[in-house]
Each structure stands twice: as C-alpha cells, then as structure tokens.
C-alpha cells in the first residue's frame, strides 16, 4: 500500500498574531520541521498545503500544493481535496494528512491508521485532520465541497467510511498548538 502524506499548514494563526504558524518556533526548530522530521519515516512522497508564496517552504525541497480557486472559502479540507489530487497524481493509494501545529503525532500513526480509511480518535476526540484518506475519494471530495456549505471534515470522514482508531497514551499526541500559551505548556 503506497502512502503519501500532506502537512497542512494553510491556517491563519490568529492566536499567534498572524505569524505563519509552519514557522513558529518550538524547542528552536519550525513546527514544519518537527512535523517533517516525524512524517519521513512514515510516508513518501511528502507535500505541504499552504496558500501564499510557496517560496518560504523552498528549503524543504517538497511540493507546495494551493487550494484550488473554487474552494478557496472551504477550510482544511480545500487543502485535502489538493492533497487527494496530487497523491493521485503520485501513485498513492492513500493521503494522510497532518496539520502543522500537531508536532507530537505518533511514530506509529501510519502502521495504525492502515488500512485507510481512517481517523484518530484520542480520550474520545475525533482528530478530523490526522487522518488517512483513500486518494479515490478526490472527486467525491470535490463534490461534497461544492455542494454542502458547511464544509465539516468529520462529514467529509463519515462520506469516505473513515474508521475511528483509538490511541492512547499519558498525554495527547495530537494536541495542537494553537497560542503562545500552547506552546509554553508543551514543555
């Protein structure tokens, strides 16, 4: 089973004053890389969603995928309806997707969340975003954007037959660091 795998790092970063959150420091390293450096042994080929100048991702060597036009307005999952594309385009037969601001994921998540579909579930909390999407479900994708306002990734999860994988662990390995303060309180 081939396995590409897409950081989303398209969020506004209100919480951290509009600083492109990929860029945020922790433990004196990007957020991206920390994510990189969890996601490498688990997946290839690795792309990061981000709108904006793609340029500032150059040093990592990996495509930068824009959402398209049309679901410019459609969240996180115009990212992955990107992702699902161009994985297809690779010759995945799956997408897992991670945000940026999640630099504790599991070394494991790949081995866990196979066979896809599939999302993380952690002290009963859906993870919408660390999730393995089927790359054939792009067009349904597509539609489902088109067509529901809303845009909810736990709807677009129930249309694929993701399956909920339970993890545990002391502390939340997809927390996300959302603040300053989240940042702080990671240790």
């Given at each position: 089973m081939s396995i590409a795998a897409l950081i989303l790092a398209g969020g506004k970063a209100t919480r951290f004053?509009?600083?492109?959150?990929?860029?945020?420091?922790?433990h004196g390293r990007p957020l991206v890389e920390h994510v990189l450096e969890r996601?490498?042994?688990?997946?290839?080929?690795?792309?990061?969603?981000?709108?904006g100048d793609p340029a500032r991702f150059?040093?990592?060597?990996?495509?930068?995928?824009?959402?398209a036009p049309e679901f410019a307005n459609c969240g996180p999952l115009a990212g992955v309806?990107?992702?699902?594309?161009?994985?297809?385009?690779?010759?995945?037969?799956?997408?897992?997707?991670?945000p940026v601001d999640t630099p504790a994921f599991p070394l494991t998540l790949v081995a866990e969340l196979s066979p896809g579909p599939a999302v993380a579930v952690y002290a009963?909390?859906?993870?919408?975003?660390a999730a393995?999407?089927?790359?054939?479900?792009?067009?349904?994708?597509?539609?489902?954007?088109?067509r529901d306002a809303k845009y909810k990734v736990r709807d677009a999860l129930a249309l694929c037959g993701a399956r909920q994988v339970v993890f545990t662990s002391a502390r939340d390995p997809f927390a996300n660091l959302n603040s300053p303060d989240d940042l702080l309180a990671f240790g």
């Open positions: 004053g509009g600083a492109d959150k990929a860029f945020v420091s922790l996601l490498r042994p688990q997946a290839a080929p690795i792309a990061i969603s981000a709108n150059m040093a990592y060597g990996l495509p930068v995928l824009a959402d309806a990107a992702g699902l594309a161009w994985a297809a385009g690779q010759g995945a037969e799956f997408l897992l997707t991670m009963g909390r859906q993870h919408h975003l393995l999407w089927p790359t054939g479900f792009a067009a349904t994708l597509e539609d489902f954007l088109r």
